[in-house]
C-alpha cells in the first residue's frame, strides 16, 4: 500500500517551495494512483483512499497570482497643456544616476515651437497692459489733486458767502438768520423786520445810521428854517425885509420839508425792501454756496471712483496678462523634463500592449497633457497580486508573505502586505462574475534581474498553527452546515460528526471528533436528499455515494 501520508506531506510541502509546479504535479499523481489502483488503497468493500489523521503544523495562506512592478516608480508625466510632440527622449532602459539627476539631465524634449510665438505676442501684451496701468495711477493721481482744489474752491466760497452775510448784517445777525432759515422760500417775508434788530451790525447798521442821521439833519434844518421863516415873516409885516426875503425862506422850508421827507422815505424802503432783499441774497448766496461745495463733493468723489475703478481695472488687466505670461514661460520650461530622480527609464507604452501598438512613446509621437510618458524604476519591487473576494478577507496589512517568480523558480523571496483595495477591481469582460482586489505585496531586498511585468506567485501567510490535527481537505464532507469523516473503525468507513478549525489549499485542522491515528476516507460519499447517516440503530449500509465527495 502507498503511504499516503508521505504523499501529503510531499505534497503540502512542495505548495510552499518555489517550485509550486512539482507540488501540484505531485497532487495529480496520487489522484491518478487512487482512482487507477483504489484496492491497495482503500477498503475492500467501498473502494476508498483513506488517510491516517496526524498532528503536524499547519500553516494557512492565501496564494494567488500577480505581476512585478516597480515599488515607488517616479512617474514622468507631460504638463503641457493640449497636444505636443515629441522633440527627443532619452533611449529605453537608460540609467539614472545621482549626477544625471543634479546636473538637471534632460529626459524628453516637447515641441515648443507654438509656445515661444504666443509667449512674444503675450509680451507686446503685457507691455500695452503696462501702458494702459501707468496711465490709470497718473489719472487717479491728478484727479486726487483736482478734487482737492476744487473743493477748497467751493469751501472759500461758502466762507466768502458767510463773510459777505456778516459784512452786511453782522455776525449775531447772520448766525441768527443761517440757523433759523432753512429755504429761500419765505426768506424776504422772515428778515422784512430784523431791520430793527439789535443784533444789526455790518454795512446795514451803518446805511440805517446814515439814513437816519438824514432824517434827524434834515428836521434840524426845517427846524431851523421855519423858525426863521417866522421872523421873517414878522420883519416883513413891519417893512424890514422885502418880499424876496420872504419868499426865499419859505423855499428852505419847503426844500427842507421835502429833504426831510425823502430822508423819511429812504429809510422805509431800506426796512421794507433793501435790507430784506440784500439779507435774503446774502443768505442765498451762503446757501446757495453750501450746495455747490455738496454737489463738489460728490462730483469730485464719482471722479475719484471712477479713475480708482479705472486703475483697479488696468491693474487686474495687468495681473491677468502678467499671468498668461508667467504660464506660457512654464509651459515652455514644462517641454524640457529633467531627471526628477534616480532609476531606469521605462517608457509608459511598454507597460500595456495596446499602448505599445497603437500610441508608442517615440520621437514624433503626439502625447496630451499629463499623459504619463515614462517612469524610473528602481530596483525596489512589489507584487500587484489579484486577490478573489472568498479571500480578501484574510488578508491583512503587514503579513508575510513568500513570493515565488515563474522566471525564476529555483529562488524565493520574502515581502509583506502593503496595501489592500477598497474596492473590486473593474470586470473583466471574458470573467464577469469574477470579483478580485488587488492586493500589493512588497519584495525585501533589491534585486536588479527583476524586472516589471514578470509573472508571480504571492503565498501570504494568514497563520501558522501549531501541531494541530489534521486531515486532507477532500476527507470532510459538508452536509446543511454539518461536517463528518468517513472512518475506517472496522472494515467499512462509517460517517463520524467533526468539528473543523482553519483549512488551507491541502489540510484542514480537526478540532473535535477524531484521534489522532485513526484512518478516513479520501473520497467520501456525498449524500442524496433522502439519504441520512446512521443513527441510534438504524440501518447503517444506507448510504448511496456519488461520484465526488461534499464540500466545505
Known amino acids: 500500500m502507498i503511504d499516503l501520508n508521505k504523499l501529503y506531506r510531499l505534497a503540502g510541502k512542495g505548495v510552499r517551495k518555489p517550485t509550486v509546479w512539482v507540488g501540484g504535479l505531485l497532487v495529480i499523481v496520487i489522484v491518478l494512483v487512487l482512482w487507477l489502483n483504489p484496492s491497495g488503497l482503500a477498503d475492500p468493500d467501498h473502494g476508498q483512499g483513506m488517510y491516517v489523521a496526524d498532528r503536524r503544523d499547519l500553516t494557512i495562506n492565501v496564494t494567488e497570482s500577480g505581476s512585478i512592478k516597480t515599488q515607488n516608480a517616479v512617474e514622468v508625466k507631460s504638463q503641457v497643456e493640449g497636444q505636443t510632440t515629441i522633440v527627443s527622449i532619452v533611449p529605453e532602459g537608460t540609467e539614472i544616476t545621482q549626477k544625471d539627476v543634479e546636473g538637471g539631465k534632460v529626459l524628453v524634449e516637447l515641441d515648443s515651437s507654438e509656445l515661444r510665438e504666443r509667449f512674444a505676442q503675450q509680451e507686446m501684451t503685457l507691455t500695452q497692459a503696462k501702458a494702459s496701468y501707468e496711465e490709470a495711477t497718473a489719472e487717479y493721481a491728478i484727479q486726487v489733486n483736482e478734487n482737492e482744489s476744487e473743493i477748497k474752491k467751493g469751501q472759500i466760497q461758502v466762507t466768502f458767502g458767510m463773510m459777505d452775510l456778516q459784512k452786511y448784517a453782522g455776525a449775531g445777525l447772520a448766525k441768527s438768520l443761517i440757523e433759523g432759515i432753512e429755504g429761500i422760500k419765505d426768506l424776504v417775508a422772515s428778515?422784512?423786520?430784523?431791520?430793527?434788530?439789535?443784533?444789526?451790525?455790518?454795512?446795514?447798521?451803518?446805511?440805517?445810521?446814515?439814513?437816519?442821521?438824514?432824517?434827524?439833519?434834515?428836521?434840524?434844518?426845517?427846524?431851523?428854517?421855519?423858525?426863521?421863516?417866522?421872523?421873517?415873516?414878522k420883519l416883513y409885516d413891519k417893512k424890514y425885509v422885502s418880499?424876496?426875503?420872504?419868499?426865499?425862506?419859505?423855499?428852505?422850508?419847503?426844500?427842507n420839508t421835502i429833504e426831510r421827507d425823502q430822508a423819511k422815505t429812504s429809510l422805509e424802503l431800506f426796512h421794507q425792501y433793501e435790507f430784506p432783499k440784500e439779507c435774503a441774497k446774502l443768505v442765498s448766496d451762503y446757501q446757495e454756496a453750501c450746495r455747490e461745495l455738496q454737489r463738489i463733493n460728490d462730483r469730485?468723489?464719482?471722479?475719484?471712483?471712477?479713475?480708482?475703478?479705472?486703475?483697479?481695472?488696468?491693474?487686474?488687466?495687468?495681473?491677468?496678462?502678467?499671468?498668461?505670461?508667467d504660464?506660457?514661460?512654464?509651459?515652455?520650461?514644462?517641454?524640457?523634463?529633467?531627471?526628477?530622480?534616480?532609476?531606469?527609464?521605462?517608457?509608459?507604452?511598454?507597460?500595456?500592449?495596446?499602448?505599445?501598438?497603437?500610441?508608442?512613446?517615440?520621437?514624433?509621437?503626439?502625447?496630451?497633457?499629463?499623459?504619463?510618458?515614462?517612469?524610473?524604476?528602481?530596483?525596489?519591487?512589489?507584487?500587484?497580486?489579484?486577490?478573489?473576494?472568498?479571500?480578501v478577507n484574510k488578508v491583512k496589512m503587514g503579513q508575510r508573505a513568500r513570493i515565488t517568480v515563474e522566471a525564476f523558480p529555483d529562488k524565493s523571496f520574502e515581502g509583506k502586505v502593503l496595501s489592500i483595495s477598497p474596492l473590486a477591481d473593474p470586470q473583466n469582460w471574458t470573467s464577469p462574475d469574477l470579483k478580485v482586489y488587488t492586493t500589493k505585496v512588497s519584495i525585501d531586498g533589491d534585486y536588479g534581474f527583476l524586472k516589471p511585468g514578470m509573472s508571480a506567485k504571492v503565498e501570504i501567510i494568514v497563520n501558522e498553527l501549531q501541531d494541530v490535527l489534521c486531515v486532507p481537505?477532500?476527507?470532510?464532507?459538508?452536509?446543511?452546515?454539518?461536517?463528518?469523516?468517513?472512518?475506517?473503525?472496522?472494515?467499512?468507513?462509517?460517517?463520524?460528526?467533526?468539528?473543523?478549525?482553519?483549512?488551507?489549499?491541502?489540510?484542514?485542522?480537526?478540532?473535535?471528533?477524531?484521534?489522532?491515528?485513526?484512518?478516513?476516507?479520501?473520497?467520501?460519499?456525498?449524500?442524496?436528499?433522502?439519504?441520512?447517516?446512521?443513527?441510534?440503530?438504524?440501518?447503517?449500509?444506507?448510504?448511496?455515494?456519488?461520484?465526488?465527495?461534499?464540500?466545505?
Not at 483549512?503 to 491515528?517: D, H, K, R, T, W
Request: with cysteine; net charge neutral.
Open 473 to 552: 481537505i477532500q476527507a470532510v464532507a459538508n452536509r446543511s452546515g454539518t461536517k463528518f469523516c468517513y472512518v475506517f473503525a472496522s472494515e467499512k468507513a462509517e460517517p463520524r460528526e467533526v468539528q473543523t478549525g482553519e483549512f488551507n489549499e491541502n489540510f484542514i485542522a480537526i478540532v473535535s471528533g477524531l484521534q489522532p491515528g485513526e484512518k478516513v476516507s479520501l473520497n467520501p460519499p456525498r449524500w442524496t436528499q433522502t439519504d441520512q447517516p446512521a443513527k441510534n440503530g438504524e440501518d447503517k449500509d444506507n448510504h448511496k455515494p456519488e461520484t465526488q465527495p461534499a464540500e466545505l
Open 327 to 391: 504660464k506660457l514661460k512654464k509651459q515652455i520650461d514644462a517641454c524640457l523634463i529633467h531627471a526628477p530622480s534616480t532609476g531606469m527609464v521605462v517608457y509608459s507604452s511598454s507597460e500595456s500592449f495596446w499602448e505599445r501598438s497603437r500610441r508608442p512613446i517615440e520621437v514624433g509621437a503626439q502625447v496630451r497633457e499629463r499623459q504619463k510618458l515614462l517612469s524610473l524604476n528602481t530596483t525596489k519591487m512589489e507584487v500587484d497580486a489579484q486577490v478573489h473576494e472568498v479571500r
Open 191 to 233: 428778515v422784512a423786520g430784523l431791520s430793527e434788530s439789535k443784533e444789526l451790525g455790518g454795512s446795514a447798521l451803518q446805511t440805517l445810521r446814515d439814513l437816519q442821521s438824514k432824517i434827524d439833519l434834515a428836521g434840524e434844518e426845517l427846524k431851523r428854517a421855519g423858525s426863521k421863516l417866522e421872523w421873517t415873516r
Open 300 to 325: 469730485c468723489r464719482s471722479k475719484l471712483a471712477q479713475a480708482e475703478a479705472k486703475r483697479t481695472s488696468s491693474r487686474q488687466t495687468l495681473d491677468l496678462q502678467q499671468t498668461r505670461q
Open 243 to 255: 418880499r424876496e426875503d420872504l419868499e426865499a425862506d419859505e423855499l428852505t422850508v419847503t426844500r
